[in-house]
């Protein structure tokens, strides 16, 4: 029988959370139904939150584990070995530290891919071919087109075009397994949910109670999650976050010349999760300086908020990274975090007056000395709607 964990953290964590007012509380206990409201403790005292007054919550680190990772339209990731999947190929499940069994549906399959592969989840397939085993070769990656039959603890049943039927092959001596034209999600997501290991799912919250988060997949089969096992959740509906938008202006330059890592979307410039100042940020634009992001402000808005600060993942460099960070709505300087340093405390922009049409720029600048290190997130950046209107 498969078994697969991690150990938990020696102690239960607090969550940060991110209101709609832009009011950051660090809660050691929170519990109810959001439709209904929560019930949160902090330093302050016992404190109700009503529906649609929070925001996003961030937890512990995230970390990416060297696991196989089932990739989904939509940005949806599962990471855990393969454990099994039924006769006919219509899903497969892996065991995820964090999540436990989870059954997904193959026609939502993007990619599967074996541990430290990820980058083969984005490969494009030839024109025609639809489903294709990705196999290492001297140089890169060769792909045998075919069609799959089914998932099991043994790897993939995969038929290659030309052979008279499938057989097995084992993840493990695989690059992985990519499938074209994967269906979209049914309905968008309520919310979005980051574990300490690294998954990445569109969930239904249902209740957060003392020892977790219960929710559910786009499929209805339920979530347990461990409090210690949540590194963040975002709530979608609550307000139009920056990396939902695509950008009115993009400029981006290292010291010397191009652009050292492009901006990413809910991801530092490494492609890993954005955690600042110990805790993971489930929304946001992972940048390197120099560069210039630019959006215009929606229909239905009021104010936009952000936090800033330089990702953890430059504390370990042989350097001291140091950035300084802008935000100007219609040419106007509105905000400005001088001097960011890894390791240090989040700057947060507060509640900035905007209104529809309006042009706001997310800036981030060279500091003291070169660019190295200079791996800056733009932590929830969110345009928030007039009071009523979210």
Known sequence: MLALSLPAPAQEPTFELALASGEVLVATSIEGDPARGLDVESAQGRRRLQPGELLALQGAPALLVELPSAWLAGGDVVRGALAGGDAAG?????????????ALATDRL?????PGAEAAAALPLPPGVGEAIVQRAAFGYDLLAGAVHQFGERGVSFQPDGDGGPRWFRLQDLVGLRIADPAPRAAPAGAFLRTRTGDHLGVRVRAFTKSGLLAELESGAPLDVRRA????????SVGTFLSDLEPAEVAESGFDGD?????RRDLNVLGAPLVAAGRTCGKGLGVHSRSRLAFVVPAGVRHFWTRVAIDDSAA???LRAHADARVYVNDARRFEAQGLLAGRPVRDSGLLPV?????????VDFGEGRDLGDRVDWLLPVFLPAKGNG
């Open 90 to 102: 219509e899903h497969l499940e892996l065991l995820s530290p964090c999540l436990g069994r989870v």
């Open 110 to 114: 993007q990619a599967l891919v074996g």
């Open 229 to 236: 096992d949540v590194a963040s959740l975002v709530f979608a």
């Open 259 to 263: 652009a050292v890592l492009p901006w």
């Open 316 to 318: 370990g460099l042989p």
């Open 355 to 363: 209104a529809p049409g309006d042009r706001v720029v997310l800036e």
